[in-house]
């Protein structure tokens, strides 16, 4: 399986409403996104299904991958991909859509950066997981402990 692991794109400080958990993007976090899912279409990024936390800034990531790579299915929400769920949940989460070709998983920090650590079998493994970047890890196996290889990690610096 091609795993991608995409962090929220720009988040405003504060929502009306004072809860982390609506939050959304800004102007510029929704342009950096469309060029960072530009390129990760050119390295043919086209996921089989896209899950999402259900906090605002990931479903309003989510919904700006689905119109950047074409993707037609349903975005599926999931408390595995909330900023604090623990890194096993996330593993827990891919193991039980181990049949799809391409994840797209749509999330927060630090889940991401610690998830990219059990992935990869590499406790001592530190991510600076920005925002909008997307990573790209192969899996080989979904045993207990994943078995994986990273293939590349995009920052939105990185995207002209």
């Known amino acids: 399986m091609e795993l991608?692991?995409?962090?929220?794109?720009?988040?405003?400080?504060a929502a009306i409403s004072r809860r982390d958990a609506d939050r959304a993007?800004?102007?510029?976090?929704?342009?950096?996104?469309?060029?960072i899912l530009k390129v990760a279409l050119e390295a043919e990024l086209r996921p089989?299904?896209?899950?999402?936390?259900?906090?605002?800034?990931?479903?309003?990531?989510?919904?700006?991958a689905v119109k950047s790579l074409g993707y037609t299915a349903d975005v599926l929400?999931?408390?595995?991909?909330?900023?604090?769920?623990?890194?096993?949940?996330?593993?827990?989460?891919?193991?039980?859509?181990k049949s799809e070709a391409k994840l797209l998983l749509v999330s927060h920090e630090p889940l991401l950066s610690m998830a990219?650590?059990?992935?990869?079998?590499?406790?001592?493994?530190r991510v600076d997981f920005k925002k909008g970047?997307?990573?790209?890890?192969?899996?080989?196996g979904f045993s207990a402990q994943p078995a994986s290889v990273l293939k590349w990690y995009l920052t939105p610096r990185l995207v002209p």
């Open 4 to 13: 991608y692991l995409l962090r929220h794109g720009i988040a405003e400080d």
């Open 25 to 35: 993007l800004t102007p510029e976090g929704k342009k950096r996104l469309r060029e």
């Open 48 to 64: 089989t299904l896209i899950l999402s936390s259900p906090y605002k800034r990931a479903k309003d990531t989510a919904a700006i």
């Open 77 to 97: 929400e999931t408390n595995a991909l909330v900023p604090n769920a623990h890194p096993n949940e996330l593993w827990e989460e891919v193991r039980m859509h």
């Open 116 to 125: 990219a650590s059990l992935l990869l079998n590499s406790s001592g493994l």
């Open 133 to 140: 970047a997307i990573m790209r890890i192969d899996l080989e």
